[in-house]
């Protein structure tokens, strides 16, 4: 196995997130069971098997292992992969792919999706992920992936299988479709992020940012600059609905025990166990 950057794993309910994040340097995540890649601010070689990438903005330390991405899938003779990412962002990533063509003299397979804010996206029978809008320096959406189940209605529960089969057969609509937020990430965002997206708080698994955590940084600037700071965590702690809250995207201006110690500081019961440090 090629390891080429510090990936760290967690698994949580059935669902393993690996990835990497750090502010400026690089940003990728993967959930291995949802088939679902989330940015390509680098590209490990295993993370070129899942075949659907959701990019949140086109900031280098999110998107430029996106030639590498797409030439490493051509090279092992896998299918063109489906890459979403915000519209305003997919002539010029499409130009980036082509440049590196040339250079590389080498095909660069892909479909570059364009997503707006709201839009849905079907994920294979059981899935569905929808863009929602972020708050950063430049266009920047966020994703919350909903597991989708379908419940029979309740003025059909007490019929028999028979009488729910004919009405099937009969065209009525005899379901209604729910929908549980089972894994949301922001991307880079300032707090209205979140706050305009209650869907965030309510995903069994949120990967967010947490850019800053010194108290001595001036909570204006980082949020004019698109990021948050541990203290909007503490101000939102009663919000987290969350089984487990992953904030990454650390700032290298700190180290990992100073990150601990700021932010255990501020939120010493780490959001009452569920708050997990991407370091």
Known sequence: MVENIPLISHHHDGLTIEGFSRAAVQTCWRVNELKLLFDVGAQPWDFMGTPTLFITHAHLDHIVSLPSYVSRRRMMKMDPPVIYLPDSAVDEAWDMLQTFRRLDRGAMPCELVGLNAGDEIEH????????????????????????????????????????????????????????????????????????????????????????????????????????????????????????????????????????????????????????KLWI
Do not use: W
Request: proline share 6%.
């Open 124 to 275: 294979g029978r059981e899935y569905l992920v929808t863009a929602v809008p972020t708050r950063h320096t430049i266009t920047s959406l966020g994703f919350i992936v909903y597991h989708r189940r379908h419940k029979l209605k309740p003025e059909f529960v007490n019929l028999s299988g028979p009488e729910i089969r004919d009405l099937k057969l009969a065209g009525t609509e005899i379901t209604t479709e729910q929908r549980v937020p089972v894994f949301a990430y922001t991307g880079d965002t300032s707090p209205p992020g979140l706050d305009n997206n209650p869907e965030f708080y309510k995903a069994k698994v949120l990967v967010s940012e947490l850019t800053f955590v010194a108290p001595e940084h001036r909570k204006e600037k980082i949020h004019k600059h698109g990021h948050m700071h541990v203290d909007d965590y503490r101000q939102r702690a009663d919000r987290f609905e969350n089984e487990l809250v992953i904030a990454g995207h650390l700032s290298t201006r700190y180290h990992d025990k100073q990150v601990k110690t700021m932010v255990r500081r501020v939120l010493p019961d780490m959001l009452k166990g569920r708050l």
